[in-house]
């Protein structure tokens, strides 16, 4: 069982890295194994209830009006291509479930490093990449471009790689400016964010787990909220000036770290 501490850490954790694009599921993988020696799938995937809200609240004027689009403007191009990005990964999720939450996937810190330092390298070469004409937003995006946005995050579904980062970085090789595909990075992982909810409450053994852990589900996602605001608050911010170098950078370093703790422990 986790300590008071250790559940506020892992709150912590979950709300910084969900949307800083270091990923969130290899840093918790990572600090259950330090704490504990193993990682809790479970956990993690409820930790995705404050931050889910955390979006949401966010957005709300952004929710409001994609809604007013949909419902009385009658465009929904940003819709459909929100939609496009969001539904491969949850298809390929709720298909492999099982294989994607195995100890060999989940919880191997040597994947969450592999993960960490290869989209590390991405990032910090990105600029220097080829890019397509730029978009002004995501509801300039061609179909297919949402689409293969979509085809990109499928690879954040192992731990280490991130979710926000790998939409992010194809966003930018879509022609997107940084902040405008941090934007539509977020805003694109709602409907798989809230799948996951919807999906944990459905769920015998989610449930189960749920009310057996209570206190730690819930004292972690209020410190997830709170610090998910702040990281998206930031990262918004931050990408309106600079680009993903700096993340990549540490992404690199701490991948390396994490192998040769690996290698001198063997």
Known sequence: MLTLLQTIILGLIQGFTEFIPVSSSGHLVLAQVLMSGASDHYLVEFLDLGTTLALIIYFRKKIYEILRNIFIERNVRLTRNLLLTAIPAGIVGYLLSDFLNSSWIFGSVVVVAIGLIVVGVVMIVLEKLPKAKPV????ALKAKTAFAIGIVQVLALIPGVSRSGSTIIAGRLAGLSAKEAAEYSFLASLPIMLG??????????????LLSHLST????????????????????SYLKRHSLAVFGWYRVALGVVVLAAVLLVQ
């Open 196 to 209: 996951v909810s919807l999906k944990l409450f459905a769920g015998h053994t989610e449930r189960a787990y």
């Open 136 to 139: 002004d937003n995501g509801e």
């Open 217 to 236: 589900v819930l004292v972690s996602n209020i410190f997830a909220f709170i610090a998910g605001m702040i990281a998206v608050t930031f990262m918004l």
